[in-house]
């Protein structure tokens, strides 16, 4: 009768394991948005790393009229994005087509996606339930 495991005590480990599952599941949900979509060091647009201008070796300073935490070149892509969207832009940049306009409209519009997600009342009781658990 000693090798008997009781059915409370397997039910209770079988529901703390899913507890935790379930917590490690909602901090990598938490984490992926803000590593991914939120990191400072980091151009929002091509991934690459903003720390310096190697071209006069000194920080790079953000052009505040751009909404987006860019490097240098994706923040001067933005500008003539926006320039072609007013009509105007640079004509020797034949590259910049239609197509080109689609992928910047495309990726500005995730990124309103992605925001509306995390103002969303769900992601915010997520946020919430995190703050209110203890850490494992």
């Known amino acids: ?5 009781s059915i409370d005590k397997k039910l209770d ?3 703390d394991k899913k507890a935790a599952l379930i917590r490690r599941r909602k ?3 938490v984490q992926k ?14 991934g690459t790393q903003i720390e310096q201008d190697p071209e006069i070796g000194v920080k790079y ?8 935490n860019f490097c240098k070149a994706c923040s001067e892509e933005y500008v003539e994005y926006i320039d072609r969207l007013k009509g105007g832009g640079d004509s020797d940049c034949y590259w910049h087509n239609e ?3 689609d ?3 495309k990726w500005i519009e995730y990124q309103g996606s ?5 103002k969303s009342k769900e992601f915010r009781k997520l946020l919430d339930e995190l703050k209110q658990t203890k850490p494992e």
């Open 114 to 118: 992605v925001d509306r997600y995390i």
């Open 27 to 29: 901090v990598l949900a």
């Open 33 to 46: 948005v803000f590593q991914c979509t939120h990191c400072a060091l980091k151009c929002e647009k091509c």
């Open 1 to 5: 009768m000693a090798d008997i495991i």
């Open 61 to 68: 300073r953000r052009n505040l009229t751009v909404p987006y």
């Open 103 to 105: 992928a910047w409209t």
């Open 13 to 15: 480990l079988a529901k």
């Open 99 to 101: 197509a080109w306009i």
